[in-house]
């Protein structure tokens, strides 16, 4: 069986901050190295990294990883599932264990929205054409674009701009009231040992940012930031002493309405309640994404999912979003959630092309 016996981050920066020279392996490797480093395993000892980017230009981010931290003999496996890709590698690595491949991986997710690199088609006709993001659908008609995505929904299920305003405005201020206990979780990076966004975001300042799509706001949405997140998962087989260990006991990734991407979620989090055998009520605590506020806002509704239990010490709208990372941020936020609340913890996330990811840690 496998085990997660440790999680740490770096702090979450948004873009051309603090970390804006830093590429994805120089945020991720000193997470890596501090994993091992805590619980006592030589570096031989680990087996594998999987590493979620989906911003970088290619070229095998977790191998890269791997070498700036000092493993070389792990040759890395990176995927790209867009904001879902930090939850499914560690679903990835939990499998990779338990099928006896290996004993001891390190899994996560690592972006940095300063340093993307330039996109470009290359047209017959010779022309260069750059682009921000790649299509998420081979459809155009049913390919929109994030912010436009989260107004249709907000619209079809009346979240007006009020609601979700108080949303982050909340979002906000747990952040802020937790802001010394979360740096426990995290591993400084050039000196940063806390969040940088989170602020006393009142309703008047809240009211005075700009809309970027009918209802949605600057405030109900989570700034485009740098960071990374890994969890250091073993097998039961070695016997590794620990004073905390959890473990996924569901999972799934779901595919749904390319349309509407802040839905997407609902329908792996009622997969996974069931695989638990759980009700909403029987959770600890959620980790629920917040790109922005009306996905959350919708999910936790569509799913009856208790709000007074959800993001206990704040979530993406008041932290940021590294698309990569933003998965593994989330479990690495629950792991150490289930240190004061014990009990199941459930991480959500959405992503571009209507996925959901979700999973239930027990802990």
Wanted: aromatic share 4%; charged share 20%; glycine share 10%.
């Amino acid at each position: 069986m496998a085990l997660i016996i440790g999680a740490k981050r770096t702090a979450v920066v948004p873009r051309n901050g603090t970390f804006g020279a830093l590429f994805p392996h120089d945020l991720a490797a000193p997470v890596v190295q501090k994993l091992m480093q805590d619980a006592g395993l030589e570096p031989g000892r680990l087996d594998q990294i999987f590493l979620a980017n989906a911003l970088g230009g290619g070229g095998n981010p977790a191998r890269m990883t791997a070498l700036a931290a000092g493993l070389d003999h792990i040759s890395g496996i990176s995927i790209d599932a867009q904001c879902a890709g930090g939850l499914d590698a560690m679903a990835l690595a939990i499998a990779h264990v338990d099928a006896g491949f290996a004993d001891v991986v390190i899994a996560g997710g690592s972006e940095s929205f300063s340093q993307r690199p330039l996109r470009a088609w290359n047209r017959a006709d010779g022309t260069i054409d750059f682009y921000s993001r790649p299509p998420f659908s081979p459809f155009p008609d049913r390919d929109p674009e994030m912010v436009k995505a989260a107004d249709d929904v907000a619209t079809l299920l009346g979240i007006d701009r009020e609601e979700q305003d108080a949303f982050a405005i909340n979002s906000h201020h747990k952040a802020m009231a937790a802001r010394e206990w979360l740096q426990g979780e995290i591993v400084p990076i050039s000196g940063v040992v806390n969040d940088a966004f989170p602020r006393r975001l009142s309703p008047a300042l809240a009211r005075r940012t700009k809309a970027l799509s009918g209802s949605i706001s600057v405030a109900s949405t989570a700034p485009e930031a740098d960071g990374a997140a890994f969890c250091l998962i073993v097998s039961d087989r070695i016997g590794i002493d620990t004073d905390f260990a959890a473990r996924i006991v569901a999972q799934h990734s779901a595919g749904a309405d390319p349309t509407k991407p802040p839905l997407a979620p609902v329908p792996a989090i009622k997969r996974v309640l069931a695989q638990a055998g759980i009700s909403p009520n029987d959770l600890s605590l959620i980790e629920m994404m917040e790109a922005f506020s009306v996905q959350a806002i919708a999910c936790n509704r569509s799913c009856d999912l208790p709000f007074e239990k959800t993001n206990l010490s704040g979530g993406a709208l008041a932290r940021g979003h590294p698309i990569g990372a933003s998965g593994a941020i989330l479990l690495c936020r629950a792991f150490h959630e289930l240190r004061r609340h014990p009990g199941k913890a459930l991480c959500a996330i959405a992503a571009a092309g209507g996925i959901g990811s979700a999973l239930i840690l027990e802990g």
